[in-house]
Structures are given as structure tokens and as C-alpha cells.
């Protein structure tokens, strides 16, 4: 933020400031020698707040075998430090809620808010993040600038509804005033506030969506809570006004998440939606039935995606409309569980498909194989978790340094395929290169510490003058080399 705009907030009056139990809340987050029962003790001062810590332990977000009777046992069930961001997070609701409104709709700004935390968390969760309830918290808080402005210059959103329905056009108001917009207010305040620093640093980045691929846990972090606005206004607004695609292509060029993840981030978030309202004491966050939205963004994002496919392959061309679409959408959901990249199965009945479409119709074809090379050593170092982070932030890089018309499934526990139909040498190589180039600086999150993976790349074009006798040679004269330049990062 520049100095005079710092200087500008400095002399306000009539700021907001966290309660009592929220500060006592962030001096124990920051105590090195935190323990249960100092934990316990300081939420049970508050009644309210320590029944809705047990609800949430055994909501469905945290679902166990056995019930939580007391805070103990919700506090073993949460862990200590989601512990506290959860009751930070309905301390803060709780206390900010009681401002006066001067400009704004402070029922809209709540549902916003609300489901922009809602939606922090689903996409942390897709992402397996292990700082979700972090990014929940980051979620709901990311507009508290807003809050903070209304309440200390009462006439700054005066211009009502028109100008709030668009934050584009409340951040160029307040810059106009302030020389800072909401954001970084908010950044600001929450800097006051002494809250953790990772917190700040999404809030105020929250309008500056990184669009560059990306497995670094704190970049994942600041895009899960720039994005959660996006997905929030997607249940807030009108039906004709939700940008489903759109934000969907800025959801899988920042985090790497496919169109079909990225349905599945909006289904959870219309599951969430009943609980969050209940935790919150809030009545009707979504426009309308959460369940008409996920069936309007399915129908707008699996359409587009069934389209492309069908365009390439022209398999479909004389089938029944009624029962390719079926067969195309349960197609869609053969994923890998952990990866959400198809599973080699399915990649195979398309690899053959494709396969026959180019030899007959004399289209190009291009496969990649990539292959992780230090794989084994680092699973072997660190344990299967660490395995496991490992390929679910390959997938993630691969996903986000190629087309939408690409396929990509996991091939074997190490190595991925990218299938690229009607794909010529060069532009499979450009492709390759991307990926190459995604992973130089690519550190991968393992525990408590970052390690680098390499990754060989084979590819291999059937067309243009290179012909093959079968899908099988193809695909064998795609395999990974274990190093070679400059196909390996």
C-alpha cells in the first residue's frame, strides 16, 4: 500500500477491532507452547462459540465414527490449529456484524462473504490443501476492507447497489478516495489486527488473480481465496449473469483444476451451503436452490466439453444424441481418485479410438509420456503421503500447460500420458516444452518441507510422414527417457 494511503486509514476514526475472545484467540495461536486445555478452557469462557466448535467437529466436513460429546473431543477431532481459525472466524462474524451500515447492503456483503469462505474451503479441499480451514478464514474475511471503509467514511458508498453489485467499480472508488482499494485495506486491517501474516498476504492479493502454473502451498493458498469471490458470485448472482465458463478457464489456468473438478468444487460448495448457513445463523446464501445452480453450471460446462470432443472425434455423428451424451458423461467420470486425471483404462479405449480416427481420416496424433524420475527416492524418504502430494501437484502442472481438447490420465504409479488429437510434431514438442518448463521451478510440498521431482518427457507423432503399425508402437515410442535434454526437467 503507498505511504499516503497508509496515512489516510491512520487517521480515520471509528476503524473496527476484533473482541475480546478473538484477540485471546490469536495470542494462543502464536504461543509455541499452545496446549488442549489452554484451548479449551479459553473457548469455554463463551458458550455460544464453544457449541458451535462441537457442531462443527461433527458436521459432515469432519465426519467420524464416533461423536463428539464435549470441546475435548472436538478438539482432538479438529486439530488445535483449525481449532482456532474456526472459532476465529465465528468470533469475527459474530462481532463485525453488529456495525451500523452506512453504504452498503450489509445482508448481500454477508452472503458474500459467506459463501466466498464456503468456496475457499472447496477449492483448498480440491486442492489438498493442508491449511484449509486457513483459507476458509481467508475466504470470508478477504472484504472486511469494505466494512472497515463503510464505518469510517460514511458517505464512501453512497452511490448504493449499482456500484456495489461490481467490485470492479468499488475498487475504483475507493481508489479514487483512498489511492488503495478494499483489498489492500484489508490487508492493512488485518496486519492491526495481528493476525497471521499468510492471512494478510491473501487478502490483500485478492483482487490479483496469478494466472501461472504453480505447486508452491502459499501461491495455491493466495488463488483459493481470490478465486472463492469469483465462485461466490457464481450462487449469488442471476441465473443469467453467472460467468460459469469463465470462471471455470481462470480456475484451471491459476490452480490447474479441469472443467469436471471444477464441477465438482460447485457441488460441494451447494452441499456446504445448508451447514454454513446453519454455523452462521444465515438464511438463504444462494439465489436460488443450490441444486438448480450445479445443474445449470453442468449443463454450460459439460456441453462445451462434450462439444469439443465430439468435434474431434466424429465418432458420434450418426448416434443417438440422447444416449452419446449419457454414454459421454459417464466417461467423464472414470477419474483417478487421487489425481482426478483419467485412469489408464479409459485412456486406453480413447487412445484406440483416436488412434483409428487419425490412420483413417489421415489426421495427426501426438502423445507425451512423463515420467517422474526421482519418484521412488523421495516416496522412499519421505513415505506414501509424500508420494501421493507429489502426483496430485504433477497432474496439476500438466493440467495447466495444456488444451482443453487434451486427455491426460495417469498410466502407471509414476508416469503420466497426455493424448493430443489432430496434434502435429511441432506443437506436441511445444506442448512438451511448456511442461518441461512448468517443472524447472517447481517444488513440491512433502510434509513439513518442499522437495523437487524431476521429469522425463518422450513424445512420439503418428502422421506427417512417420507412420506407425499400431497404437502400440505409438505409444512405445513415446516412453520417457531417463534423461535427455532438453525433454527433461
Not at 477491532?17 to 504461543?31: F, H, K, T
Not at 469432519?62 to 470441546?71: E, F, I, P, V, W
Not at 483416436?354 to 519421505?382: C, H, M, T
Request: aromatic share 6%; with cysteine; charged share 25%.
Amino acid at each position: 500500500m503507498k505511504p499516503e494511503a497508509e496515512a489516510n486509514l491512520r487517521s480515520l476514526v471509528n476503524l473496527p477491532s476484533p473482541p475480546g475472545v478473538a484477540i485471546r484467540i490469536i495470542e494462543l495461536g502464536r504461543d509455541p507452547d499452545i496446549e488442549l486445555g489452554k484451548v479449551a478452557k479459553a473457548l469455554s469462557l463463551d458458550s455460544a462459540l464453544a457449541i458451535k466448535i462441537l457442531r462443527i467437529a461433527n458436521s459432515p466436513l469432519y465426519a467420524q465414527r464416533r461423536k463428539s460429546d464435549n470441546l475435548r473431543q472436538a478438539l482432538v477431532v479438529l486439530g488445535l490449529n483449525a481449532t482456532l481459525t474456526l472459532a476465529l472466524s465465528f468470533s469475527l462474524v459474530k462481532n463485525l456484524r453488529t456495525g451500523k451500515s452506512n453504504g452498503i447492503d450489509h445482508p448481500r456483503y454477508w452472503r458474500r462473504a459467506l459463501l466466498a469462505g464456503t468456496s475457499a474451503r472447496a477449492l483448498a479441499d480440491a486442492m489438498h490443501h493442508p491449511r484449509a480451514e486457513d483459507i476458509f478464514l481467508g475466504g470470508l474475511l478477504q472484504d472486511v476492507g469494505i466494512l472497515a471503509l463503510d464505518q469510517a467514511l460514511p458517505d464512501l458508498y453512497n452511490q448504493g447497489a449499482a456500484a456495489e453489485r461490481s467490485h470492479a467499480a468499488l475498487s475504483q472508488l475507493e481508489i479514487a478516495r483512498l489511492q488503495a482499494d478494499h483489498a489492500e485495506v484489508g490487508g492493512w486491517l488485518m496486519r492491526l489486527w495481528n493476525m497471521p501474516e499468510r492471512l494478510q498476504l491473501a487478502i490483500s492479493r485478492s483482487h490479483h488473480l496469478d494466472l501461472k502454473t504453480t505447486s508452491n502451498p502459499d501461491d495455491i493458498f493466495d488463488r483459493c481465496v481470490a478465486l472463492s469471490g469469483l465462485v461466490a458470485e457464481l450462487f449469488l448472482l442471476d441465473p443469467k449473469e453467472r460467468q460459469f465458463a469463465e470462471t471455470a478457464l481462470q480456475t484451471e489456468r491459476s490452480l490447474g483444476l479441469d472443467k469436471m473438478a471444477f464441477g465438482q468444487v460447485l457441488a460441494t460448495v451447494g452441499a456446504m451451503i445448508p451447514e454454513t448457513e446453519a454455523l452462521f445463523d444465515s438464511e438463504s446464501l444462494a439465489a436460488e436452490h443450490p441444486e438448480l445452480i450445479i445443474e445449470q453450471a453442468r449443463d454450460v460446462l459439460m456441453l462445451r466439453s462434450l462439444s469439443a470432443l465430439r468435434e474431434l472425434s466424429k465418432s458420434c455423428a450418426d448416434a443417438d444424441t440422447t444416449g452419446s451424451r449419457a454414454m459421454d458423461l459417464e466417461e467423464e467420470t472414470r477419474r483417478d481418485p487421487l489425481t482426478g486425471v483419467y485412469t489408464r483404462a479409459y485412456f486406453e479405449r480413447a487412445f484406440l479410438r483416436e488412434f483409428d480416427n487419425a490412420a483413417g481420416r489421415q489426421w495427426p496424433l501426438s502423445i507425451a509420456r512423463v515420467g517422474l524420475d526421482d519418484f521412488k527416492a523421495i516416496k522412499d524418504r519421505f513415505g506414501q503421503p509424500a508420494g501421493d502430494r507429489i502426483l496430485q501437484s504433477t497432474a496439476r502442472l500438466i493440467r495447466g500447460q495444456t488444451r482443453e481438447t487434451d486427455l491426460i490420465a495417469r498410466f502407471r504409479d509414476e508416469e503420466f500420458v497426455v493424448l493430443m488429437p489432430a496434434t502435429d510434431a511441432a506443437t506436441g514438442r511445444r506442448i512438451c516444452d511448456r511442461i518441461v518448463e512448468a517443472f524447472k521451478d517447481a517444488e513440491h510440498l512433502v510434509g513439513s518441507e518442499n522437495a523437487r521431482a524431476s521429469v522425463s518427457i518422450g513424445c512420439a507423432t503418428f502422421g506427417g510422414g512417420t507412420a506407425f503399425a499400431g497404437a502400440g508402437d505409438l505409444l512405445k515410442a513415446a516412453a520417457p527417457p531417463s534423461s535427455r535434454s532438453p525433454r527433461t526437467a
